[in-house]
């Protein structure tokens, strides 16, 4: 069940590395602060893990290419709607 956690907490935390990352661009500063708040928090469990288990490295880099892959296609999504 690790596994499924360390993969969800990594995919969770690259989002919000996304979503920090916008809000820095637009100079947002409780957005982004927010955002990287949460960056530590979904980052802690799985280190927390990893570091026990080195097999559990292995969902936490699928969880975070899945991460970004997603924000990352939700953002093209998101653009292509508002130029229409």
């Keep these: 069940m690790s596994w ?27 957005l982004a602060a927010t955002h990287g708040a949460a960056i530590v928090v979904c980052g802690a469990f799985p280190i927390v893990e990893y570091v026990s288990n080195h097999w559990l490295l292995v969902p936490a880099v699928a969880g975070a290419w899945f991460g970004t892959y997603v924000s990352v296609k939700w953002t093209q999504l998101t653009a292509s709607d508002t130029e229409r």
């Design 4 to 30: 499924v956690f360390v993969f969800a907490a990594m995919a969770a935390a690259d989002v919000f590395w996304a979503c920090w990352s916008a809000a820095v661009t637009a100079r947002r500063p409780a």
